[in-house]
């Protein structure tokens, strides 16, 4: 069974940083665009980022640009988001999900999400 982990969220302050991680079983990150995802209680789910496996380019949710890094271990068949200067609408459920198709596609597999919350 294709499955997706992702780990690393928890509770900080605004300002702070995290390491979010997205790793992958029983299949390659070399097949798929890495997309991560957020849902805020309340709101819709939006995307955050997403890496493309052809050549690496990344894209942004606007609100985030300049704070979070998307970066991905092909050796380890994980991917990455770094945030940092983390804001308390920062705060919500992250996914990572993978595209066989794009970043702007349908996407084939989800993980179970972590939570991620920032403190004022």
């Known amino acids: 069974e294709v499955q997706l982990v992702e780990s690393g969220g928890g509770l900080v302050q605004a300002g702070e940083s995290l390491r979010l991680s997205c790793a992958a079983s029983?299949?390659?990150?070399?097949?798929?665009?890495i997309g991560w995802f957020r849902q805020a209680p309340g709101k819709e789910r939006e995307g955050v980022s997403c890496i493309s496996r052809s050549d690496g380019s990344t894209y942004y949710l606007d609100s985030v640009k300049g704070r979070f890094t998307i970066s991905s271990d092909h050796a380890k068949n994980t991917v990455y988001l770094q945030m940092n200067s983390l804001k308390p609408e920062d705060t919500a459920v992250y996914y990572c999900?993978?595209?066989?198709?794009?970043?702007?596609?349908?996407?084939?597999?989800w993980g179970q999400g972590t939570q991620v919350t920032v403190s004022s």
């Open positions: 029983r299949f390659t990150f070399d097949d798929y665009d």
């Open positions: 999900a993978a595209a066989s198709s794009s970043c702007w596609g349908s996407y084939d597999y």
